[in-house]
């Protein structure tokens, strides 16, 4: 019983805003699990940040117009969604430079906004939570739109699961199978978008790469399948969130001042520790790893992908060796 | 008013503001160039936690800037290369940021001070803060120019660098650390979350306009100059944060840039700069041009916007 009370100090159970933030938490890391296991092999991270900016730009829209920060947060994330699919984030090649531009682009915007929300209604305390956020300020009526929204993400990344999995790998293999890339991708950007929204509502705009990306990295060193990738992320990421909670539940009673640490900070924490976990305990290695393309940031320019520079024999099929494909030649060996 | 703009307590804003934009923009093109934008976005985001760290200790805010800077710079280019870098680089970031977002509980005086922190506050700089300013630039640009070659090689050619005996780890971390020390000064002025902003617009519309590397880098520099100077101004007039007008004339380039590009450039390249299909299929379905193993050639080549080199 001493055990119990010194993890979860008093009151635990029975606080209103803990509950809530359990619940939602809980939804969120839910979400958070395919999304971020398809965003990590997409190696569309910084991408899956850019929403999250995105999404701080949507929360202190909400803050100055005065309407609740979730509904900010997905119309955001959603508009960001189109933005970078109109502009060519899913091309290798301009993938980095869209994001970044759009990513400067909402920064601009949410400067704007949170400084128009200071001005005109004296809560300065506005950017620091919409970009840094609490758990604990989630309000419990929002459970049921958290709910519907993640069920919404989950349901795009299910209906194109295969397709999504198949041009993750290779898109050109997926293109040949006839996949619609176009389609795919756009129901890829908008499972991200509302997975970063809702990661957004629990640990704040910035932060909320961190489950997105974390606990899938995680998981890939754990994982050999797609769907167990998948069970793994969200366990780490259901650890992290209500570990996250009664840690910070208990630093109330922490130094320095009797206001306790962030929770978003607890989050944070817990996802980085499961990441270094899985490099010392992981028994798989990351396919990434194997191939050392992924691995030289020079073999990742844009450049590298022009096809000049690839040697032009490997292309070419009249320089392939004819000796190969007759069948005449083959008797002889 | 009009006369307030270029009174002498503005004189160290201007100074101050245009050093930074030089090293921005020389810094940032080779961040477009080296597809290293999330890194470059990394490092400033990772150093406003050494801001917040030197409020609450109560040590200078350069100091704490340069400190995170640097390690987040080194984290970036040592780790970066042991996994997927763009996960590395998110995890290092939401880890300082988390870090950061400590820091700021702990702090007692934070709303204000952060906000500058993030959204730069130029109009309170002082001229006794612009020579440590001017002596990491200059060391800033040094780096740059000293590692030219071996930075263009490595970007453009891997290959050949490693044929020429270049270790791109050691080019990979000293050029994290030059973005670094330009975040280092551009931090307190245009704040943490636009600091990017002025790395990625500029750049980004020089290596649609100009096609040799020193003509973009010129380009670069005089668009980020432009930059701040007009941000400069529209915030002295409107009261409006920096940041909101660096980020808004980053985009405006990056379009301008597009859009020239798809005038002037062949129609083959237009085609592809424009279009918002599936560009992988795209870049493959070319036929590769006979291409010599001339380095001179691959730079070239390399340096053209995404559009042409596809």
């Known amino acids: ?136 300020a989630v309000s419990s009526s929002d459970w049921p739109t958290v709910v519907a929204l993640g069920g919404a993400a989950l349901a795009l990344v299910g209906v194109g699961w295969r397709p999504l999995l198949l041009s993750s790998v290779s898109p050109e293999l997926a293109a040949a199978r006839g996949v619609r890339l176009r389609l795919v991708e756009s129901a890829y950007l908008a499972a991200v978008a509302l997975a970063v929204a809702l990661a957004s509502m629990t640990v704040g705009a910035i932060l909320s790469t961190a489950l997105l990306v974390g606990p899938a990295a995680a998981a890939l060193r754990f994982a050999r399948t797609p769907a167990r990738a998948c069970a793994w992320a969200a366990a780490i990421g259901l ?45 798989h290695r990351d396919p990434a790893h194997r191939d050392p393309a992924h691995r030289d940031p020079a073999h990742r320019d844009p450049a590298h992908r022009d096809p000049a520079h690839r040697d032009p024999a490997h292309r070419d099929p009249a320089h392939r060796d004819p000796a190969h494909r007759d069948p005449a030649h083959r008797g002889e060996a | 008013m009009g006369a307030g703009l270029f009174s002498s307590f503005m004189t160290g804003t201007w100074l101050e503001a245009s050093i930074v934009a030089v090293a921005a923009g020389a810094v940032g093109f080779f961040v477009v160039v080296r597809g290293a934008a999330f890194a470059a976005h990394a490092i400033p985001q990772g150093a406003f936690t050494g801001a917040a760290g030197a409020a609450l200790v109560g040590v200078n805010t350069l100091a704490g800037v340069g400190v995170f800077s640097f390690l987040a710079a080194t984290a970036i280019a040592r780790w970066g290369r042991r996994a997927r870098r763009d996960v590395v680089t998110a995890l290092i970031l939401v880890g300082l940021l988390g870090l950061g977002s400590l820091f700021l509980s702990m702090s007692l005086e934070y709303s204000a001070q952060t906000f500058s922190l993030l959204f730069g506050e130029p109009l309170a700089v002082g001229t006794g803060e612009l020579l440590p300013t001017g002596a990491i630039a200059a060391a800033c640009l040094a780096l740059i120019v000293a590692m030219y070659r071996r930075l263009m090689l490595t970007s453009v050619a891997p290959e050949l660098a490693a044929a020429r005996g270049v270790n791109p780890e050691n080019v990979e971390t000293w050029f994290l650390l030059s973005v ?131």
């Open chain 1, 1 to 136: 019983m001493s055990v119990l009370h010194a993890v979860f100090a008093p009151g635990f159970f029975t606080s209103g805003p803990v509950l809530a933030a359990v619940l939602i938490g809980g939804v969120v890391a839910l979400v958070s699990a395919p999304a971020g296991f398809l965003t990590v092999m997409r190696s569309h991270s910084f991408a899956g940040h850019a929403f999250s900016e995105v999404t701080a730009t949507g929360g202190s829209a909400a803050y100055l117009v005065g309407v609740g920060p979730l509904l900010g947060y997905v119309v955001a994330a959603l508009a960001g969604a189109g933005a970078m699919g109109a502009l060519g984030v899913e091309r290798h090649k301009s993938r980095d430079l869209v994001a970044g531009v759009v990513l400067g682009a909402t920064l601009g915007l949410t400067a704007l906004f949170l400084y128009l929300t200071t001005t005109s209604q004296s809560t300065s305390g506005a950017a620091v939570t919409v970009l840094f956020g609490s758990l604990f």
């Open chain 1, 239 to 283: 650890v992290a969130v209500w570990g996250g909670i009664v840690l910070a539940y208990d630093s109330y009673d922490w130094p320095p001042s009797q206001q306790g640490w962030p929770v978003s900070f607890f989050v944070v924490f817990l996802v980085l520790a499961t990441y270094l976990a899985s490099y010392l305990f992981g028994r």
């Open chain 2, 180 to 310: 670094g020390a330009a975040t280092t000064l551009a931090l307190p002025v245009v704040g943490a979350l636009l600091v990017f902003s002025l790395m990625i617009g500029p750049p980004s519309a020089a290596r649609f306009i100009a096609r040799r590397p020193a003509a973009a880098v010129a380009v670069s520099v005089a668009l980020a100059l432009v930059t701040v100077w007009v941000a400069i101004a529209a915030a002295f007039y409107s009261g409006w944060p920096l940041g909101f007008f660096v980020g808004v004339l980053g985009v405006v380039w990056y379009l301008l840039g597009r859009l020239v590009h798809a005038r002037t450039g062949d129609a083959r390249s237009t085609g592809d700069a424009r279009s918002t299909g599936d560009a992988r299929s795209t870049g493959d379905a070319r036929s590769p041009a006979p291409q010599g193993p001339a380095a001179g050639a691959a730079l070239r080549k390399a340096l053209a916007p995404p559009g042409i080199s596809s």
